[in-house]
């Protein structure tokens, strides 16, 4: 469009490079003000690639990812590698902004250039958040979102081109053919783990099927699901199955940790941060509680064992492919002498009964606020589901005709 400064500007720096991207005349350095003396000019950042960040204050996934993606930017920088990243701001007033990006070691895009970041959105097409493109030094998509990347790899990830990617992949691979209980353990060395009041020799758990729990103090789903857990583990004991957990602790301090294992029958790591990180990127952790289940061959089983215990209990167990199938070939069985329909005392409107081949999927039961998969009474209309043996106490309940 004739006369439009952003369209000159860009010509003037031939159309290519950041400067087709970036098109403001500066960028707002971390101290978080839009003054001229904390400005940070394109000359400072041309010829890098360049992380651009699209994220928000007020986004929990945000701001668990922002220390992440820091991590993996200062050591870049102490490299010497040529990586730079923008913030795009999502946030929707100044004040959200400002306090967002003074935790952030790199400069953001005005939070008043409206234009630039609409611009940015349509470009790159961001409709979810974190979001991180990078930028080849021409201006050309290297990746259109290494967000993932950068939490299963950190810094190895960059240049975070197809080929770099490709290796990681092929590494990990291998790493999961070659993978032992003693190798996952083997990180610090020490090659025990704690019990109450002993030390366990992780040699003592091969041959057994052992589920790694990422948890930690003070999380309010960790606190609930460790319940359930452990009333799982106390029954699988019980029967004399070959089954132990081992705590890996997420706690930021020491004092969590303790109080965590105080609550918990099992084994745990020794509180120390490095192999805990190691382990949650290793299993490409994202959130707590995760339980991944270790076969007795050392191999992993899967890291769904939370989800599996929500819907099996410790029916789930050994937690393989051929024990999942088998319970879900009992429920699909089961669900034939269940009515097609209903009304619940918790609902208003009739339910239906619904598989996962009939529109059925992952939810929370409106009944015992428990997870769901596949089989379910559903309200289509306003999306209320319960578990089928939450429909059992049913008013109302009748067969209809399928």
Not at 67 to 96: I, T
Not at 129 to 145: C, K, T, Y
């Amino acid at each position: 469009m004739a006369g439009d400064p952003e369209v000159e500007e860009a010509a003037e720096w031939g159309g290519a490079g950041i400067r087709s991207v970036l098109t403001m005349g500066s960028l707002v350095s971390p101290s978080g003000h839009e003054v001229s003396s904390s400005q940070v000019h394109f000359p400072e950042i041309e010829g890098k690639i360049i992380g651009l960040y699209f994220a928000a204050n007020w986004y929990p996934k945000c701001e668990a990812f922002t220390p992440v993606l820091a991590a993996a930017y200062h050591q870049l920088k102490d490299r010497g590698d040529g990586f730079e990243v923008v913030l795009v701001s999502c946030d929707e007033d100044r004040p959200s902004f400002e306090r967002f990006h003074r935790t952030m070691p790199w400069p953001a895009v005005p939070f008043g250039d409206l234009r630039c970041k609409k611009r940015l959105s349509e470009r790159f097409q961001v409709e979810g958040i974190p979001r991180l493109v990078v930028l080849a030094p021409d201006g050309e998509v290297v990746h259109p979102d290494a967000a993932d990347l950068v939490h299963r790899y950190g810094e190895r990830a960059f240049p975070f081109t197809a080929a770099r990617v490709a290796e990681l992949e092929a590494d990990d691979q291998r790493k999961y053919a070659s993978q032992t209980l003693e190798k996952l353990f083997s990180i610090d060395g020490r090659g025990y783990v704690n019990a109450k009041n002993e030390q366990v020799p992780i040699s003592s758990l091969v041959g057994k099927t052992v589920g790694l729990y990422f948890s930690a103090h003070r999380c309010a789903p960790c606190i609930k699901f460790t319940a359930k857990l452990a009333a799982i583990y106390s029954n699988l004991k019980g029967k004399a199955e070959d089954f132990e957990i081992v705590y890996i602790p997420m706690d930021k301090e020491e004092d969590g940790y303790l109080r965590s294992c105080s609550d918990m029958p099992w084994l745990a790591l020794p509180y120390d941060g490095a192999p805990s990180r190691v382990l949650a990127r290793y299993f490409d952790v994202r959130e707590i509680p995760t339980l991944v289940v270790i076969g007795p061959d050392g191999k992993t089983v899967t890291r769904d064992g939370r989800n599996l215990v929500n819907l099996f209990f410790d029916m789930a167990f050994p937690f393989t492919d051929a024990q999942i199938r088998l319970l879900q070939e009992m429920e699909n069985e089961e669900a034939k002498g269940y009515p097609q329909s209903l009304h619940h005392l918790g609902h208003r409107h009739k339910l239906s009964i619904v598989s996962e081949k009939s529109g059925g999927g992952p939810y929370i039961c409106c009944e015992c606020d428990e997870q769901g998969l596949g089989w379910a009474y559903q309200c289509i209309a306003c999306g209320y589901e319960i578990h089928l043996r939450c429909g059992r106490n049913a008013e109302g309940g009748s067969a209809g005709t399928g």
